[in-house]
């Protein structure tokens, strides 16, 4: 991928919409899934994202397995999160969720780590760090989803390179130059 092409993906976008726990009703299960529904790009998008503003999107559902007390591990099938122009995000699974039962049958499900992986259109991509919230009542409830785009490490590691080697180049010319005049 072309240093440009990372350019390409910038600021943040935000997703809205409807949520359901399967096993809502149980407290701490050993596994458990997330379906995400009238899934809506929401008004804080920016950047490269804010021209989905008001438009659906799909995400994939979560599956959740225990480990221990209210840690889950959470994997979700790729594309992650698909927008109309086709617009994806690759999640890197697994990803670290929190579930948590909350006395009158409130859930609270969040990452609370973050999650990474790569968003991708038809010109480019760029990495992606993410977070997700749903909060439940039993088993339906709503959510809310944020990921942001990323500078591409190497492309900041290539263009430190490319200094250094400007640097390097710069130096020998000195030294020829000074040999030249003495």
């Known amino acids: 991928m072309s240093s440009a092409q ?10 809205v919409g ?9 407290a701490n ?28 999107a799909i995400i994939s559902d979560v599956s959740l397995t225990q480990i221990e007390g209210t840690s889950y591990s959470g994997t979700a099938p790729n594309p992650f999160i698909t927008l109309a122009d086709g617009l994806v995000f690759n999640v890197d699974n697994p990803f670290a969720v929190e579930r948590l ?4 049958n409130l859930k609270l499900v969040f990452t609370d780590e973050g ?9 480019g991509s760029s990495l992606g760090r993410g977070i997700f919230s749903v909060n ?3 088993t339906d409830g ?23 080697g400007a640097f390097f180049t710069n130096s020998l010319a000195k030294k020829k130059k000074e040999k030249v005049n003495a």
Do not use: H, K
């Open 136 to 138: 439940s009542f039993s």
């Open 101 to 104: 039962d909350i006395p009158g």
């Open 142 to 164: 709503s959510y809310s989803a944020t990921i942001t785009a990323v500078p591409e490490p190497t492309t900041t590691i290539g263009l430190a390179a490319l200094g250094l």
């Open 6 to 15: 990372a350019a390409l993906l910038r600021g943040t976008l935000n997703i």
């Open 29 to 56: 299960p050993a596994t458990d899934t997330i379906i995400f529904d009238s899934a809506t790009v929401g008004a804080l998008s920016s950047g490269s994202f804010a021209d989905f503003i008001g438009q659906s």
């Open 115 to 123: 999650f990474a992986g790569t968003l991708v259109n038809a010109t």
């Open 18 to 26: 409807d949520a359901t726990l399967v096993n809502g009703n149980q």
